[in-house]
């Protein structure tokens, strides 16, 4: 069993940085990939970012590349997002997400297993 919990969200204005967090309890394998979605009020659930606990290799939507930044660390079991260049349309829930396994798509949510509770990001413009 793992257990996500998300911090560093905030409220900041339009062109500002913010870095998320996501503490992992229990055992990550090396298979695992660990991944950042959003979810806007009134809108599915997106994917931001992936990468495979493994060997680092990252996965980004369209919408952030350039702009945010995954990566982890293993030794501390965590997971971060780098968000630089906000946008009022970045605002959303951001979730931490964990998959048991590199096959599948990384930018679907159907393969994540473990999710966190969720952390707010407010850009104002």
């Known amino acids: 069993q793992v257990q996500l919990v998300e911090s560093g969200g905030g409220l900041v204005q339009a062109g500002a940085s913010l870095r998320l967090a996501c503490a992992a309890s229990?055992?990550?394998?090396?298979?695992?990939?660990m991944g950042w979605f959003r979810q806007a009020p009134g809108t599915e659930r997106e994917f931001v970012a992936a990468?495979?606990?493994?060997?680092?290799?990252?996965y980004y939507a369209d919408s952030v590349k350039g702009r945010f930044t995954i990566s982890r660390d293993n030794a501390k079991n965590s997971l971060y997002l780098q968000m630089n260049s906000l946008k009022a349309d970045d605002t959303a829930v951001y979730f931490c997400?964990?998959?048991?396994?590199?096959?599948?798509?990384?930018?679907?949510?159907?393969?994540?297993?473990?999710w966190g509770q969720g952390t707010q990001v407010t850009v104002s413009s």
């Open positions: 229990g055992r990550i394998m090396s298979s695992y990939v």
């Open positions: 990468i495979t606990w493994s060997n680092g290799s990252t």
């Open positions: 997400a964990a998959k048991r396994f590199v096959a599948g798509l990384q930018s679907s949510r159907a393969y994540y297993r473990y």
